[in-house]
């Protein structure tokens, strides 16, 4: 069994994420931590703690500050960041810190899923112990990489598909372009570039908003059951 640490500076979305986790065979949530402070004390008091999702935001630190102090104290649990934040120097700063993934908020149960399953991979090949060849060392680093996602038209990000992917499954209504590209933090353009595909892959519906004069808004509803 793996034990995961659910890290989130916010109570509701840790319970959401600890529920995702529970979902799938082989996890168990030891505990949750809503700060940097109380996130070290249970990595160092669990027994047998696996992994730990950790958000970057916390009222008194960051996630990086916490991934910084576990090593400078010897603790070796695995790490997998499940954050908002998208600047590439933060991403890049948990990369050089050991962290083995980054799961950008909002994400989809399928999005957490993914990762949670090839981390899963990664141990049963880890505990085979041993030497390894090129083949399994390259299995081994590429564990935990991102499939591109299946039908994905050339000039799409999958990262990106499943930020606005995400963003539309949460949101609980019918969404426009420019509601997404605010929500998400994409240009407009991008937004409905991507949910066009959502549409065309009968994941999202148009559905048609008139106002008082001119062109009726476009707005996209989810339709697909993750």
């Not at 995961?4 to 500076?9: E, F, M, Q, R, T």
């Not at 047998?48 to 960051?62: A, E, I, Q, R």
């Not at 991979?121 to 390259?138: I, K, M, N, S």
Request: hydrophobic residues 40%; contains cysteine.
């Amino acid at each position: 069994m793996i034990e995961v640490l659910i890290v989130d500076d916010d109570a509701r979305v840790a319970r959401v994420n600890a529920a995702y986790v529970e979902k799938l065979p082989g996890f168990h949530v030891a505990g949750q931590a809503h700060d940097a402070a109380g996130a070290l004390r249970r990595i160092e008091a669990l027994p047998g703690l696996d992994l730990v999702l950790l958000d970057h935001y916390l009222p008194d630190g960051t996630g990086l500050a916490v991934i910084q102090e576990m090593r400078r104290r010897g603790l070796q649990t695995d790490v997998i960041m499940v954050t908002a934040a998208r600047d590439v120097s933060t991403v890049q700063a948990a990369m050089r810190h050991g962290a083995l993934q980054y799961l950008v908020k909002p994400f989809t149960f399928a999005g957490l899923r993914a990762k949670l399953e090839a981390y899963a991979q990664l141990r049963r090949t880890l505990d085979g112990g041993g030497e390894a060849e090129q083949a399994e060392v390259d299995r081994i680093f590429g564990a935990l990489s991102a499939p591109a996602a299946p039908g994905l038209p050339k000039g799409h990000s999958p990262t990106t598909a499943e930020l606005v992917r995400g963003c539309l499954m949460n949101a609980g209504g019918p969404l426009s372009a420019q509601e997404i590209a605010e929500r998400t933090g994409v240009s407009r353009q991008t937004a409905q570039r991507y949910l066009k595909l959502l549409e065309r892959t009968g994941q999202a519906r148009l559905t048609l908003k008139y106002g008082d004069a001119g062109r009726p808004e476009h707005r996209y509803v989810w339709t697909a059951h993750v």
